[in-house]
C-alpha cells in the first residue's frame, strides 16, 4: 500500500520570499509519479508540478520547484518569489502504474500569504 | 473539450435519500476516478473505471454506494439511503493511462445530509 505524509498542517510566508513544504512517502512500487495539487477555497484541484520517479532531475514550474530525494522518498515543493495568489491547501500525492494509477493523497499542508 | 465537469455543484438532502452525481470526463481520457474529501482532508480514493469497466473499489466504498460507466463515457456515483456521516465533497478525476499524462479534476458535487 502506498501512504504519503504531510507534516506540516500549516505554513506562512511572506510576500516575495521563498517557502518549501515537506512531504514524504512510501511505497514498493518502482514505477510511479509524484504530484503537487494546489486546492484554493473553490475547492478545484489545481495541478502545480508532476515528477515521474525514473527521472532524477528536478521538475520546474517557473516559480514552483522540487526536491526529489528518491532513496529518502521525499518530495519537497519550493515556491519562490511567493504572491497573494499561492495562498492554498496543497496537498502531495503519489501514483504507482501498477495500482491502477488511483491518486493517494497527503493531509495536506495549509499556506498563507502576508503581504 | 472544456475540461471535467461535475454535476451538480452543491446537493443537499435528507438523511435516509438517495442521491446521483454525475461527472463528465476529458473525452480521451479512458481512466475515471471518485474521490471524496471532508473538510481539512486530503481526497480519499473510492473507485475507479478504465473505459466501463470497473477496476477498484475502496473499502471506503460501502454497499450503499455504487458507480457505473456505461459505454466507457460519463459516470454516475449513486449513494442510497444516506447517512449524516456521507457529507462531503465528492471529486471526479480523468486520466489517460498513467505516463501519459496527468489527471484533470472536476469542480466537484459539495453532499450536505440533514
Known amino acids: 500500500a502506498q501512504t504519503v505524509t504531510q507534516s506540516q498542517p500549516e505554513m506562512s510566508v511572506q510576500e516575495a520570499e521563498t517557502v518549501t513544504l515537506s512531504c514524504t512517502y512510501d511505497t514498493s512500487e518502482s514505477d510511479y509519479y509524484l504530484f503537487w495539487y494546489k486546492q484554493p477555497p473553490s475547492r478545484q484541484m489545481i495541478l502545480v508540478i508532476r515528477q515521474e520517479a525514473y527521472k532524477q532531475q528536478n521538475a520546474t514550474e517557473n516559480r514552483f520547484s522540487v526536491n526529489f530525494q528518491k532513496a529518502a522518498k521525499s518530495f519537497s515543493l519550493k515556491i519562490s518569489d511567493s504572491q497573494l495568489g499561492d495562498a492554498a491547501m496543497y496537498f502531495c500525492?503519489?501514483?504507482?502504474?501498477?495500482?491502477?494509477?488511483?491518486?493517494?493523497f497527503g493531509q495536506g499542508t495549509e499556506l498563507s500569504v502576508k503581504p | 473539450d472544456t475540461g471535467v465537469s461535475q454535476d451538480p455543484r452543491h446537493k443537499i438532502t435528507k438523511r435516509g435519500q438517495n442521491v446521483t452525481f454525475r461527472c463528465d470526463p476529458i473525452s480521451e481520457h479512458n481512466r475515471l476516478y471518485w474521490y471524496r474529501q471532508t473538510l481539512g482532508q486530503g481526497p480519499e480514493f473510492l473507485t475507479y473505471?478504465?473505459?466501463?469497466?470497473?477496476?477498484?473499489k475502496s473499502r471506503l466504498l460501502s454497499d450503499r454506494f455504487s458507480a457505473e460507466r456505461p459505454k466507457g463515457s460519463f459516470s454516475t456515483l449513486e449513494i442510497q439511503r444516506t447517512e449524516q456521516g456521507d457529507s462531503a465533497m465528492y471529486l471526479c478525476?480523468?486520466?489517460?493511462?498513467?505516463?501519459?499524462?496527468?489527471?484533470?479534476f472536476g469542480s466537484g458535487t459539495r453532499l450536505t445530509v440533514v
Open positions: 478525476a480523468s486520466s489517460s493511462p498513467p505516463g501519459q499524462g496527468g489527471y484533470t
Open positions: 500525492a503519489c501514483a504507482a502504474y501498477n495500482q491502477g494509477g488511483k491518486l493517494i
Open positions: 473505471f478504465q473505459n466501463e469497466a470497473q477496476l477498484e
